[in-house]
């Protein structure tokens, strides 16, 4: 009977009877030594990676303010003043990572955009992400706890910066962070509790040192830190902080501070009827210290702008204008199954109606598009027909079979 041939490793050649481990593989074998050797190499080539210096920024390679506005009206409507700022803002940040060493440090200005849900903040950030040549990332407040309870550590904000570099710590140290739902962590009243406020003031003092710059610890996985995981340091003092909530009811706090009578015969109203329903346009860093935010977050975020809420212009526009437009989506799902689809003028009419009533912003029309074209992307696929118009009836009837404003009232 013919001897059984001993595993060989198919880098050294030793067989197993000359190592401690052989471990067989698809198409070959490895043994202890030679695989620890390949850990060593790989560990410091990665480091060397992750600690390798960016390619330096050319300005005259960089979209000038004007061209990155021009960018976001292809797929934002509307919002012209929080656009400049972004446009603004990012054409500075890489102005800041290109400046010379000399003896004037130009410092970073972190943005907040207030406005109401549905208005376009997200969409903002994630559209001008695509556009920019330094990482971005894009992450949720409300996740985030005081360190010691439930929930992610302030530092796991960084994680997803260091993902869309692939961990390289030198071009993550240079990006972009868009801080969404940023007005869920303000504290629940004006005045300092005395009581433990985990998700709310102790998360926006952890903030602080993120927003001004210096060097944290990250856990590479995110989540919670565990004494024996190895952290990557970040320094942030040139991480771009974009934060975005909705306030919800800070009008109340603008209109209070606009509306103080002053002594004398020369008080009155500064605000114009007709800017009543437009207060947001007024917001000030005074009006979000009175929602909850403390007054060092505030000194850190030093550009204030705004989203208009949505009239019913806009909307309109929104659905069929956008290069990602609902019409135009639904267009191209269509066409995957050789059916040409049009929208009538009242059916466009009828869904931004039903938008406004809802009160639920450019987010509730996708909502209601689908609710009204759920029976036709079930049935038309199998169907031999070629072509499915959108009319208001059938927009109307089919919105009343889906029960939408028993669930609208509900949001």
Do not use: W
Not at 56 to 76: F, G, H, M, R, S
Not at 122 to 137: D, Q, R, S
């Amino acid at each position: 009977m013919a001897k059984k041939e001993s595993m060989r490793c198919s880098f050294c050649g030793r067989t197993e009877n000359e190592v401690k481990l052989m471990m067989p593989g698809y198409n070959g074998c490895i043994c202890n030594d030679c695989a620890e050797m390949a850990y060593n190499i790989a560990k410091e080539q990665l480091e060397k990676h992750n600690n390798a210096s960016p390619e330096a920024i050319n300005l005259e390679q960089i979209p000038k303010p004007t061209e990155i506005k021009q960018y976001l009206d292809q797929y934002v409507i509307g919002q012209e003043s929080a656009k400049k700022y972004l446009s603004v803002a990012v054409y500075n940040h890489y102005k800041r990572l290109s400046q010379d060493k000399d003896d004037i440090d130009i410092e970073k200005s972190n943005i907040i955009i207030v406005g109401p849900t549905g208005t376009g903040k997200t969409l903002l950030a994630k559209t001008i992400a695509k556009l920019l040549k330094v990482p971005f990332a894009i992450v949720d407040a409300t996740v985030l706890t005081e360190a010691g309870y439930v929930g992610e550590d302030i530092e796991s904000l960084l994680v997803r910066l260091l993902q869309a570099c692939d961990y390289n710590v030198k071009e993550a140290e240079r990006g972009i962070v868009f801080i969404d739902e940023i007005d869920k962590i303000a504290r629940k009243s004006d005045n300092p509790s005395i009581t433990r406020d985990v998700s709310g003031e102790g998360v926006q003092q952890g903030l602080l040192k993120l927003l001004e710059g210096s060097v944290v610890n990250v856990p590479p996985q995110g989540g919670r830190k565990h004494p024996e995981q190895k952290m990557i340091p970040v320094d942030t003092k040139n991480i771009l902080f974009i934060c975005g909530g909705a306030f919800e009811g800070i009008e109340r706090k603008i209109a209070l501070r606009l509306n103080t009578h002053v002594v004398g015969y020369g008080a009155g109203n500064h605000v114009s009827k007709a800017d009543q329903e437009k207060l947001l346009h007024y917001v000030a860093p005074q009006d979000l210290r009175a929602y909850g935010l403390i007054p060092e977050i505030i000194g850190r975020l030093p550009v204030v702008t705004n989203l208009e809420p949505l009239e019913r212009d806009a909307l309109r526009r929104i659905l069929v204008e956008p290069k990602n437009a609902i019409v135009k989506q639904y267009e191209k799902l269509m066409q995957m199954d050789d059916i040409k689809f049009t929208v009538t003028d009242d059916a466009l009419d009828f869904i931004v109606d039903k938008a406004i009533e809802y009160k639920l912003g450019a987010r509730g029309l996708r909502s209601i598009f689908e609710a009204i074209m759920m029976d036709v992307m079930y049935t038309y696929p199998s169907m031999k027909k070629k072509k499915f118009e959108l009319t208001g009836d059938f927009a109307k009837e089919q919105l009343e079979k889906s029960n939408f404003a028993i669930i609208a009232s509900t949001m």
